[in-house]
């Protein structure tokens, strides 16, 4: 069985609302869906799913747990993570709760996508599953242009560990990818843990646990993988992220010079944003439209109204340039 998976907890309830309605307006009830919980803070989800036949709040602990002790077991053995974290959170593990999409290896479907909490579908996804024909892990984004956010590049074992071909082509970003139901067995997890342990560790980027660990794991395994960025003709590919200022939107669809997009990132912008937007703040962002959109499209009068000038989230130039400084994300051309 075919299906998606996101993460969320309440936190993110704004932006995952957005997410099942962009699903469903591609497809209907017609693909299960089912969401990953980051932590116990899922009190609104609970309720709103529960209206939502075809969704699903995983609620494995067994395979919860295993993933959270995986993850800790790796940032354990790591030489300056927790020292860095220290610096930014009170917390002893940073953005503890991300690496739980992982436990969609251990989920209800066979093949699935999945997508981050912050985007919204645009396509159907029948080309996304084609492809894991002949493909274990699919992915379609341009983070390959920026190492930095993926791994450390000041480690001297980073090129040792994968060579530079690989690491100029395979890296992704975690927020969307295709993949397989149990495409990591225990055995194979265990032997990942024990080359971390050896020293490989180092080569993690702490700042983006989750993103740095799926790509070591994907990368170290040697699983095949295929980056539709880099691999579908220049008549085909779009971008995808929100820094992206050309798209032009159609009936409630993104499209990239006349080219429909798969899916549209609101990275980098936070979801208290959202939240104070779905509040009745009058704040502007790329995209706002399409958003709000998707979050009322059941619910229309429900939907703020803003009659007044809106105030901008932040000069475009200044925006972009802070997400990229922190996320290492490029803008697409």
Not at 151 to 169: D, E, G, H, W
Not at 197 to 207: A, T
Not at 248 to 268: C, E, F, V, W
Not at 317 to 326: F, G, H, P, Q, Y
Request: hydrophobic share 35%; proline share 4%.
């Amino acid at each position: 069985m075919d299906g998606i998976c996101t993460l969320a907890n309440d936190r993110v309830y704004d932006q995952l609302i957005a997410l099942l309605n962009s699903i469903e307006a591609i497809y209907g009830q017609q693909i299960p869906v089912c969401i990953y919980p980051y932590d116990d803070n899922i009190t609104q989800i609970q309720t709103e799913i529960s209206r939502r036949p075809h969704v699903q709040l995983y609620d494995n602990q067994k395979s919860i747990q295993a993933w959270d002790n995986f993850a800790r077991q790796i940032w354990d053995a790591h030489p300056t993570a927790k020292k860095s974290w220290q610096k930014i959170s009170r917390e002893q593990y940073y953005r503890f709760g991300t690496h739980r999409r992982y436990c969609a290896f251990d989920g209800p479907f066979d093949r699935f996508v999945y997508m981050d909490a912050d985007t919204l579908l645009m396509s159907p996804l029948e080309s996304i599953f084609t492809l894991l024909e002949c493909n274990d892990w699919v992915v379609y984004d341009f983070q390959f242009k920026d190492l930095s956010h993926v791994y450390n590049i000041s480690s001297p074992k980073l090129t040792k560990i994968f060579p530079l071909s690989r690491l100029q082509t395979e890296i992704f970003c975690s927020g969307f990818y295709a993949t397989k139901k149990n495409i990591f067995t225990v055995q194979q997890r265990e032997w990942l843990l024990e080359n971390l342990r050896q020293g490989e560790v180092e080569i993690l980027y702490e700042m983006a646990p989750d993103q740095t660990i799926l790509n070591y794991m994907v990368m170290r395994a040697e699983i095949c993988s295929y980056n539709c960025a880099l691999y579908f003709p220049e008549n085909v590919v779009t971008g995808c992220c929100v820094t992206s200022t050309h798209f032009q939107a159609r009936d409630s669809i993104l499209y990239d010079n006349n080219k429909r997009l798969t899916y549209i990132h609101y990275i980098g912008l936070s979801s208290q944003l959202f939240s104070q937007v779905c509040n009745g703040k009058n704040i502007d962002f790329p995209y706002r439209e399409i958003f709000l959109h998707y979050r009322y499209l059941h619910e229309p009068n429900k939907r703020p109204q803003f009659p007044n000038k809106s105030k901008a989230y932040k000069t475009l130039e200044n925006w972009a340039t802070r997400i990229l400084k922190k996320l290492g994300v490029m803008v697409e051309v």
